[in-house]
């Protein structure tokens, strides 16, 4: 029986085996003389051809928007099944896929102490900088940045967009702790909070045992949510809930709502 002549293993009849069958003899790589395909132009292989400017084969390509449109809502769907798997949903939760070796954490905080060893200047200049964004309300890190849902995204716009007002995201300075609202409207001092059914437990979908997220159960989230509403009340600001499922259910109902609330006519 023949054999291939790029790879040398046993083939019926033909020259080349079926993995091969698109490749010629004599079309090779000018950097390292790797088989190429009949189709390839370049004359060289993925390792050595060059895909910067115009020789990436995507260059001055966009999509429209009728494919971006598309493709969102095809992803959508995906994340919203992906999301219905207990399984899957408990990993990302979990954060378990990605797991860190055991000492982890140990290590990093011995890394960071003598770094700051080293460099003795960096904890006085980091300590200034802490005070002043304290003061202005914007701190850094995990003070500030939270995850946000596309929903409470569309929601704050849809608000701003309503009211006319400025809505902002920012972070409020408590005696022993700050909070960042969902959105702020800073002269009146109201603050709304939009719940997501998940994260904040819905009573309408889960029960008070239910345990839902960090082995915590739903009443445990309820008095979280409720003693953070109520230190917020207690800083000035009135608090308004919006929870997903109801804005889903009855969006304008709701905007009108706050629109007349933000505006003064009633609330």
Request: one cysteine or more; proline letters at 3%.
């Amino acid at each position: 029986m023949p054999n291939c002549i790029i790879c040398r293993t046993e083939t019926k009849k033909a020259k080349v085996c079926h993995i091969h069958s698109h490749y010629s003899r004599g079309h090779k790589c000018k950097t390292c003389n790797k088989p190429l395909l009949n189709k390839n132009k370049t004359g060289y292989c993925n390792s050595h051809r060059d895909r910067t400017g115009k020789n990436n084969s995507f260059f001055g390509k966009k999509h429209s928007k009728e494919t971006i449109d598309t493709s969102k809502i095809k992803l959508a769907t995906i994340s919203k099944n992906l999301w219905k798997d207990d399984a899957y949903r408990a990993k990302v939760i979990k954060a378990v896929s990605k797991p860190r070796r055991k000492g982890f954490k140990q290590e990093q905080s011995l890394r960071t102490k003598q770094w700051y060893k080293d460099n003795p200047e960096q904890r006085n200049i980091r300590s200034e900088s802490m005070q002043k964004r304290w003061k202005d309300g914007n701190l850094p890190g995990h003070y500030s940045i939270r995850s946000e849902s596309r929903l409470e995204r569309d929601f704050v716009r849809d608000l701003r967009n309503k009211t006319g007002l400025k809505i902002v995201k920012k972070t409020i300075k408590g005696e022993k702790r700050c909070f960042f609202p969902d959105a702020l409207d800073e002269q009146l001092r109201i603050i709304i909070e939009f719940y997501g059914d998940f994260w904040h437990a819905n009573p309408e979908i889960y029960d008070a045992d239910q345990i839902i997220i960090h082995n915590m159960t739903a009443q445990q989230i309820w008095d979280k949510d409720e003693k953070r509403v109520t230190n917020l009340k207690n800083m000035g600001y009135d608090v308004i809930i919006v929870w997903q499922l109801d804005y889903e259910r009855k969006k304008e109902q709701i905007l009108n709502y706050l629109d007349a609330c933000l505006n003064w006519d009633f609330c």
